[in-house]
């Protein structure tokens, strides 16, 4: 069973930076694709960034390319989500998400396993 659990959200003004983590455990080998998942009030979950299966190609939506990275330290099992020149538009609640999955999706439905989210608050 793998569990998930984010940590590093806060506020910050427009144009600060924040760097979420998400400790993983309950898996020892790296054929998840993993991913961050944003959801404003009211909005739809969207993705924000994934990171295929040992690190091999990292994907990212067009609102945050270039403003956020995502990686992984294999070391401590933990995934990272640098976030830089934050927006208020970047406002929502950020999850991390594992899909047992050789490729990553932008459909939420096809992750199995999630955290229970971080607060990021980004005021103008």
């Known amino acids: 069973q793998v569990q998930l659990r984010e940590s590093g959200g806060g506020s910050v003004q427009a144009g600060g930076s924040l760097r979420l983590s998400c400790a993983a455990s309950g898996y020892t080998d790296n054929w998840y694709c993993m991913a961050w998942f944003r959801q404003a009030l009211g909005k739809e979950r969207e993705r924000v960034a994934d990171?295929?299966?040992?690190?091999?190609?990292?994907v990212y939506a067009d609102s945050v390319k270039g403003r956020l990275t995502v990686s992984q330290d294999n070391a401590k099992n933990t995934l990272l989500l640098q976030m830089n020149s934050l927006q208020p538009e970047d406002t929502a609640t950020y999850y991390c998400?594992?899909?047992?999955?050789?490729?990553?999706?932008?459909?939420?439905?096809?992750?199995?396993?999630w955290g229970q989210g971080t607060q990021v608050t980004v005021s103008s």
């Open positions: 998400a594992a899909a047992m999955s050789v490729r990553c999706y932008y459909d939420p439905r096809a992750y199995a396993y």
């Open positions: 990171i295929y299966p040992r690190g091999t190609t990292t």
